[in-house]
């Protein structure tokens, strides 16, 4: 039997008469990657400092191998085996990648010790195969200054496996990075899931359907959901909780790009292209400035990947104008996705799916030839 690595039982922390965590009963088995996300607000960061002993619970407790944490410090917590990754980089930047992960091998070491001792060839085999697993062989031996954003977040989840820790606490790894470093971090954490016990805070819906096997979902310091990225995203009190906070897209945006992105996903799955051209028509209809654009394509993205149902949305379309504009939209995304280069032919399910919603809009016929023609020569 593995057990639990880690539990909460009845978790309270007030802050003032206000309850950041509010009975929270959470627990998670050794050798497990579990993703925790939440509105902003929700109690993620209060959650991983009540667990590294920087804040202490007003009620409950947390056991860390079965162990009660309370009154531990966090000095100590480390100890036992609780790493924790801070959303900023942390590295020595006119140190190299090989000298920081030296360092984080000999935390009870001081510097100058490591710095102008040889490593013993135990900890030089370890360093080398850290450095494969957080991809920077190449770049070892440059000043970690010259690296890249995404690479310094490489560095430190590397430093932190440095120290043997038996629970790696991750709070929001890709926030600020490029969808190929976001990917890149990705990998990096399922990799290091084979052999370590994982707890991720992140917002970055996309990234979490790459790494989430199960997931919590935080709401007012209580847990509110749990369980499947796929149940999470369509579990209708989680959708409220999300999209009760994003004020910039009003309801009727969200019914259109709900009604594109369930005729999208009609088989199962929505191609990049796909979603890529969603974005960029909706954040166009929707805002003006570039940087707005930029702001809502990000929001949508999230919208999209709570992926939801569709029930008489389109009913609630009521004007001529955005029935075509709606068309246009979808006769766009069919398109696009009968371009990419994996599947280049329409898709029988989206195909069937854009006839059903071209039913539904109840255009006059020449005006859906007019959007399908005009759509198809630009
Ligand atoms: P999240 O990380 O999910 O965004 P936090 O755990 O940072 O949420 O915060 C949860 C709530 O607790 C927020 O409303 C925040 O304002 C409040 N909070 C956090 N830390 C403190 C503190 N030290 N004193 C008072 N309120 C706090
Ligand atoms: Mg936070």
């Known amino acids: 039997m593995k057990g639990k690595i880690l539990e909460t039982e009845n978790l309270t922390v007030n802050f003032d008469g206000f309850k950041a965590l509010n009975n929270l009963n959470f627990n998670m088995e050794v050798g497990e990657l579990r993703v925790v996300i939440g509105p902003n607000g929700a109690g993620k960061t209060t959650f991983l400092d009540t667990i590294t002993g920087k804040v202490q619970p007003t009620e409950g407790r947390v056991l860390f191998k079965g162990r009660n944490l309370r009154g531990v410090p966090e000095h100590q917590i480390v100890r036992l085996g609780i790493g924790r990754k801070f959303q900023t980089p942390r590295v020595y930047l006119n140190l190299t990648p090989r000298e920081n992960l030296e360092l984080a091998c000999n935390r009870q070491k001081n510097v100058f010790a490591t710095l102008f001792s ?158 890529d051209v969603m974005l960029v028509r909706l954040s166009q209809m929707f805002a003006s400035d570039r940087e707005q654009q930029k702001e809502l394509q990000l929001e949508l993205r999230n919208y999209i990947a709570a992926n939801v149902a569709v029930d008489n949305l389109v009913a609630e379309i009521d004007s001529d104008a955005e029935r075509e504009q709606l068309l246009k939209i979808a006769y766009d995304v069919i398109q696009s996705s009968a371009r990419s280069p994996s599947e280049p032919v329409i898709n029988e399910d989206e195909a069937a799916a854009y006839q059903q919603l071209v039913k539904m809009l109840n255009l006059p016929p020449e005006v859906v030839q007019r959007v399908e023609a005009k759509a198809t020569q630009s």
């Open 118 to 275: 040889r490593p013993p060839l135990s900890d030089r085999q370890q360093i080398l195969s850290l450095l494969e697993t957080i991809g920077l062989v190449s770049k070892a031996d440059i000043a970690a200054g010259l690296l890249s954003h995404g690479e310094k977040q490489r560095l430190e989840i590397g430093m932190l496996v440095a120290q043997s820790p038996d629970l790696l606490l991750v709070d929001e790894p890709v926030a600020g990075l490029t969808d190929e470093e976001t990917a890149q971090i990705g990998d990096l954490l399922l990799a290091l899931a084979e052999s370590h016990s994982i707890l991720v805070i992140e917002h970055d819906m996309e990234f979490v359907r790459q790494i989430a096997r199960k997931v919590t979902v935080l709401h007012e310091g209580s847990v509110l959901y749990e369980g499947t990225i796929e149940q999470v995203q369509n579990d209708p009190k989680v959708i409220e909780v999300y999209l009760g906070q994003k004020p910039s897209i009003n309801a009727q945006q969200m019914k259109m790009i709900r009604i594109v992105a369930a005729m999208a996903w009609a088989d199962g799955q929505l191609a990049p292209e796909e979603i």
